[in-house]
RNA sequence: GCGGGAGUGCCAGAGUCUGGAAAAUGGGUUGGACUCAAAAUCCAAUAGCUUAGUGCUUACGCAGGUUCAAAUCCUGUCUCCCGCACCA
């Protein structure tokens, strides 16, 4: 076990057994809460991937806390899930056993990592102490109408043995199994987030703290569009169908209307017709199987003439009724009208049935031939062949009177569409928290009372691999029913475990809470997280339904504010040898295995200073090597050195200060690596200058430093501290920042100094002598006689050097000079000739120790063409 | 197709918002010092030419433009990554 290892478990061991990072809900300081997307404890432990993610919350933690506010910084699990059951069928184990055991082995591992967590507010959501406030959340939402169980057509996963919300349903297959998902009719249980369709959408401007990419993916789900429900008749029937457009301007040039295939309406449609059949085999074989079916890009659009006819409200016009595999069931009414003249899909469509094609909007310039168009014409343009008020008019102008003629006469209606559906809750699971409703043949499904509250998942169940294993337990499902006493049903369906994760954080305020899911005064205080930190990937999951539970908390009064999240960062990804860390890849780099061989610090100094945060990076065994080195270094800076001069006193304590400076900028902005890299800088220039300050001052700088480093590598520093002051570092207070020791003119003399180093290196090479003395001789330059040209301009404006110097003609010589003037002013950037000598001379004694041989400092007087550096003569 | 992001040395990656001496920092490579030796550490070099230089020439995907001055701003274009996608 290296030194870094043991140093690292001290700590944590420490900090555990003094419970150093339990956090007060009673402080009378300003409140931060960090928090980083609580994990699910699977069987696999922790990967590099993860620490990176847990390292970067736990940084800000740490920064806050030292800068003086009361930081709540709590971990829990996801603990309920379908893996957990999967094992349990699989491999014969418990899924309470099988989580007990991922979570213990989680834990220890995220112990190990060092983050300052309080682990007294941890919450499981498999305890029944987490999951009965699910139910108790559920009872809430389904008493104020925002749950509801209704027939639709849902997601289906074979493999998974349950139904997914429409958000678990990636490119037309689980996003946990990748098996194609399937669509079935069911009744199910439905959280009404649609309700919430609108505020999700609006608000997702105020959310000035989240990156524009999440935002962007909320708003492209939600997808809301303006339009307009229109009425068309049936033939032959009283009946109407109504579809949805958002172009009422093309309404004149329907040619046909379509059905999405597996609309209930349809086969009511065809009934007793000599289509019934051909409709029947065309929606089982063709279009059901290709609705998901995403492999070309292009997907070739099917369909058939059913038989029957619609009227168009607006000319009467007969038009036959197709269904097509193109139009979507649960979007709109379910059924469009179509204008092939406009609307590429319908074009196409047409196109290959041969159906009419006629012309109501044309381009200004030139008329558009219905025959040879190779393509719909979807711009804008002026509106012809339609009623005479609209003909002639421009098509996205008239939209308005449209609707508004519509309205009129009855026959449509200005309406919003929104792509997000409702939330479809129940899992036909075992491993989740049981739905708190009971069936009774008399009342039908009705609520248990909170009273009741907790029904306990029975642990007593046979894990067949076949069905929910809760229908065999006759315990759990025999019930009262909880309205008229008679004989009942319990619900077996459990919920989504996204249910689980929609609140958590709330419980991390008081854990302990016994009245209610959560106490309304810690959410006064606590909430809204000002930093939460997780994947893109929960964007339209996770995120999306934590933000419609906090706006329904909030108009049930449980809560008073709109938005759960103030700041949200997303991570990047870890890979290794180009790919995603993931067993099946085989390139799988294990925390524990780093955290023995280099040290926690080791690790996360790494996994930070890499790159920015946000960015995906690749891992690589020589960069945790160099951030082993580089805490060795650092931890050799412990060691005292005598003291030998104290020529860089004003030095060091300008960077210390600049360092606490950039220090804090950048980690506020997530600048981790830059950060590091400041903080590299520093330890370098600390180890080089180290004996020529006094003990004093480089002890108050050091110690400073130390309070810095803690965020990145807090093991280390507290080992350091130790030497150094009283406490935990962890729990110091951030040092000021001094702004007048801040001196840049300080590190112009570096660098004019390091100059002269490297040439003399340069110059020793080069002569290949044993030299016994170095003059550097100071010297005038044409550049020098420059300057002062400038100088006696008189002006830093710009435009008026630019002026002297163009009207010289010297264009060339000076633009290469002008931009350090612009940056940095004449003055700094005139090392004046005196200045100069008297730098060299001040940093005589350090040059002879640099070079080991004497230095003389000289003015030379008539030094011509010379550089402005000084010369070398080596004797 | 729509939306978002990115393209800088041998590699990773700063710099772009706010134009002003491009390449911080780390890794790698080469040379040197210290070692019996290795590791570690320290020093130097690492686009080209050149030198006792704050030298010259190239260079931030490609092509243009604005400007005294562009990696940075503008226009066009190519490539890659991510998200959404038959949404009527």
Request: glycine share 6%.
């Amino acid at each position: 076990m290296g030194k870094f290892t043991e140093i690292g478990k001290k700590w944590q061991e420490k900090w555990d057994k003094y419970k150093v990072f339990k956090v007060d809900n009673n402080s009378k300081k300003e409140k931060c809460y960090v928090l980083e997307m609580f994990p699910y404890p699977s069987g696999k432990g922790l990967h590099v991937g993860h620490s990176r993610n847990y390292a970067i919350g736990d940084v800000y933690a740490r920064f806050k806390r030292l800068k003086g506010f009361n930081v709540l910084y709590p971990m829990g699990f996801d603990a309920f899930g379908l893996p957990a059951e999967n094992a349990a069928i699989k491999a014969n184990v418990h899924p309470k056993e099988y989580t007990e055991k991922a979570v213990k082995n989680f834990t220890s591992q995220l112990k190990s990592l060092g983050n300052s967590y309080d682990w007294d507010r941890e919450v499981r959501t498999c305890d029944v102490s987490y999951y009965k406030w699910n139910q108790w959340i559920f009872l809430k939402l389904f008493n104020a109408g925002l749950i509801e169980r209704k027939e639709a057509p849902v997601n289906w996963c074979n493999s998974c043995g349950t139904v997914l919300a429409n958000e678990q349903v990636e490119d037309g297959s689980c996003w946990k199994c990748h098996n194609e998902v399937e669509i079935k009719n069911l009744e199910q249980w439905f959280l009404k987030i649609t309700d919430y369709a609108d505020e999700l959408l609006e608000s997702i401007k105020e959310l000035e703290g989240w990156p524009g990419k999440i935002k962007t993916m909320q708003e492209n789900w939600i997808g809301r569009s303006e339009g307009t429900l229109v009425n068309f008749k049936l033939k032959d029937s009283e009946e109407e169908i109504q579809i949805f457009t958002t172009r009422p301007d093309t309404l004149w040039g329907v040619t046909y209307m379509v059905y999405a295939p597996e609309h209930p309406k349809v086969m009511e449609l065809v009934e007793g017709t000599e289509y019934e059949d051909k409709v029947k085999k065309f929606v089982d074989n063709v279009a059901l199987g290709d609705r998901y079916s995403r492999t070309d890009d292009d997907k070739e659009k099917m369909g058939m003439f059913i038989g029957r006819y619609g009227i168009n409200p607006v000319n009467n016009e007969i038009i036959p009724i197709y269904i097509a595999n193109f139009v979507l069931p649960d979007y709109g009414t379910g059924v469009v009208m179509a204008v092939p003249a406009h609307d590429q899909r319908d074009f196409e469509f047409a196109k290959k049935y041969n159906i009419p094609i006629k012309i109501v909007i044309e381009p200004e310039e030139y008329s558009l031939d219905a025959e040879t168009m190779i393509k719909a014409y979807v711009e804008e343009g002026k509106i012809v062949n339609s009623d005479e008020k609209f003909n002639g008019s421009t098509n996205l102008e008239a939209i308005g009177g449209i609707n508004h003629y519509l309205e009129e006469l009855k026959i449509g209606e200005v309406t919003t569409q929104y792509k997000l559906r409702d939330w479809l809750i129940s899992r036909q699971r075992y491993w989740g928290t049981p739905i708190p409703m009971i069936k009774c043949d008399e009342c039908g499904y009705v609520p248990v009372d909170e009273e009741d509250l907790p029904v306990k998942l029975p642990l007593d169940v046979k894990f067949t691999g076949e069905g929910n294993p809760l229908l065999g337990s006759k315990e759990f499902v025999d019930v009262k029913c909880s309205k008229c006493g008679k004989d009942a049903k319990r619900e077996t369906d459990t919920m989504d475990t996204f249910f689980d994760s929609s609140w958590y954080f709330l419980r991390y305020c008081n854990n302990k809470f016994e009245e209610g899911a959560f106490d309304r005064k810690d959410m006064d205080y606590w909430m809204p997280v000002d930093q939460y930190i997780g994947g893109a990937e929960h964007a339209v999951l996770h995120l999306l339904y934590a933000r419609f539970f906090i706006k329904a908390f909030r108009d049930l009064k449980l809560l008073n504010f709109d938005e759960p999240f103030s700041k949200l960062f997303t991570q990047g990804m870890v890979y290794k040898d180009g790919a995603k860390m993931s067993k099946s890849e085989g390139n799988v780099v294990n925390q524990d295995d780093m955290v023995e061989k280099y040290g926690v610090d080791s690790v996360r100094v790494f996994l930070l200073g890499l790159a920015h945060p946000s960015k995906t990076v690749e891992w690589g065994d020589e960069g945790i090597e160099a951030s082993f080195r580089f805490l060795s270094r650092v931890y050799g800076l412990k060691d005292k050195v005598k003291e030998e001069s104290k020529d860089y006193e004003k030095h060091l304590e300008s960077k210390i200060n600049k360092l606490i400076k950039e220090v804090e900028e950048n980690i506020e902005e997530f600048n981790y690596n830059i950060a590091l890299i400041k903080i590299m800088e520093f330890v370098n220039y600390l180890s080089k200058i180290k004996g020529n300050v006094s003990l004093e001052i480089y002890n108050d700088a050091f110690k400073k430093f130390l309070v810095v480093f803690s965020c990145f590598a807090p093991h280390l520093c507290e080992e350091l501290y130790e030497h150094h002051d009283e406490g935990y570092v962890s729990l110091a207070k951030w040092p000021e920042v001094i702004e007048n020791k801040i001196d840049l003119s300080l590190e112009k003399e570096e660098d004019f100094i390091s100059g002269i180093v490297s040439d003399v290196h340069a110059v020793l090479k080069l002569v290949k002598i044993e030299p016994k003395k170095i003059k550097l001789i100071v010297a005038d330059s044409w550049k020098y006689e420059l300057f002062k040209n400038f100088k006696e301009v008189g002006s830093r404006d710009m435009k008026e050097v630019m002026g002297k110097v163009l009207i010289e003609g010297r264009e060339k010589e000076i633009s290469k000079l002008v931009p350090s003037l612009i940056k940095k002013g004449i003055d700094e950037v005139l090392l004046e000739r005196e200045k100069e000598v008297e730098l060299l001379e001040r940093n005589k004694r350090m040059l002879e120790k640099e070079f080991k041989l004497e230095v003389e400092v000289l003015e030379d007087d008539n030094g011509k063409a010379l550089p402005l550096k000084p010369a070398i003569i080596i004797e």
